[in-house]
């Protein structure tokens, strides 16, 4: 096997889907010991492991990983991952962002405290990663395709999610789950954790219990998560006043919102949009994934 043949990638340069773009995908065969990092994304990104060994460091935590396993990465997350010295990993990876990226990405198994997954089905997972990569292409049609699989190989990690949420039994899951479809559909709105509750049926105390079991945070926790995080959207995708963007994501206190979001993000949401405006949009470049 030639060098060229073990790796097999493609970069998309200029994309206009704001609601869901792919930065790159492709399959590798790994050389021993291949390193990336420590670094971060500006997107997000998931690699299928298909053979081999490797290991990933992520939030602190080190994870090694094989066949029929699954890793994300999130954007500005710092990140390392690295093959096996002696048997190293082949994978399939796709790389993407968007307005309703985060939507999907917490409907799959994947949280701050899972970053990896075993598939139930990696042959179908990895049947959609390669038909993202088989679809790729400079014309509309093509960025419409792999977008059309990408939606494909995220509606198998949300059926496997569904399937593993049960940590302390199927009901506890149904409620995480449609707790998190009540955020997304309700967080621009002045919600609390006790509206939450209310609309699955449980109590506040039995709410917070179950999303510590199944996705690591607690309800308020992840709300908040989920409003900073689309207003980060709305400030990379629109021309909404900050003030405008704090309304949108449910906090009706600019002051608060501000205090809010530098809390999680570092820094005030007016410097976070000045650090963007600052770097502009990036150069085509070459991917190493």
Same mark, same amino acid.
């Given at each position: 096997m030639t060098i060229n043949e073990m790796k097999q990638s493609y970069k998309q340069s200029y994309?206009?889907?704001v609601e869901l773009s792919i930065f790159?995908?492709?399959h590798e065969y790994c050389q021993p010991g291949h390193t990336w990092g420590p670094g971060v994304r500006d997107h997000y990104l998931i690699h299928l492991v298909v053979a081999g060994k490797g290991v990933y460091q992520v939030n602190g935590a080190s994870h090694t990983l094989q066949e029929g396993d699954l890793f994300l990465a999130k954007p500005n997350q710092l990140i390392t991952y690295a093959a096996d010295e002696t048997d190293p990993w082949e994978y399939y990876w796709v790389g993407f962002n968007g307005?309703? /990226? @985060?939507?999907?990405v917490q409907q799959t198994p994947f949280s701050d405290a899972h970053p990896v997954h075993h598939c139930k089905d990696p042959q179908t997972v990895r049947e959609?990663?390669? @038909?993202?990569?088989?679809s790729r292409g400079p014309e509309p049609q093509c960025e419409a395709l792999m977008t059309g699989y990408l939606y494909i190989?995220?509606?198998?990690?949300m059926k496997e999610a569904r399937e593993a949420m049960p940590n302390v039994g199927s009901s506890s899951s149904q409620y995480v789950l449609a707790a998190i479809k009540y955020i997304q559909f309700n967080y621009s709105h002045d919600i609390s954790v006790d509206d939450i509750a209310k609309a699955v049926g449980v109590s506040r105390s039995h709410l917070y219990r179950v999303f510590m079991? @199944?996705?690591?945070?607690s309800p308020i926790d992840y709300l908040?998560?989920?409003?900073?995080?689309? /207003?980060?959207?709305?400030?990379?995708?629109?021309?909404?006043?900050?003030?405008?963007? /704090?309304?949108?994501v449910g906090f009706f206190d600019q002051f608060y919102f501000?205090?809010?979001?530098?809390?999680?993000?570092?820094?005030?949401?007016?410097?976070?949009?000045?650090?963007?405006?600052?770097?502009?949009?990036? /150069?085509?470049?070459?991917?190493?994934?």
């Open positions: 994309t206009d889907n790159n995908c492709g307005a309703c /990226a @985060n939507k999907l959609a990663l390669y @038909n993202i990569y088989l190989f995220m509606a198998h990690l079991s @199944n996705v690591g945070q908040t998560s989920y409003r900073i995080s689309e /207003a980060c959207s709305l400030l990379k995708n629109s021309s909404l006043s900050i003030a405008e963007i /704090a309304v949108s501000s205090r809010v979001f530098k809390k999680v993000k570092g820094v005030p949401p007016s410097k976070y949009l000045a650090t963007l405006e600052k770097e502009g949009p990036a /150069a085509p470049q070459a991917i190493n994934p």
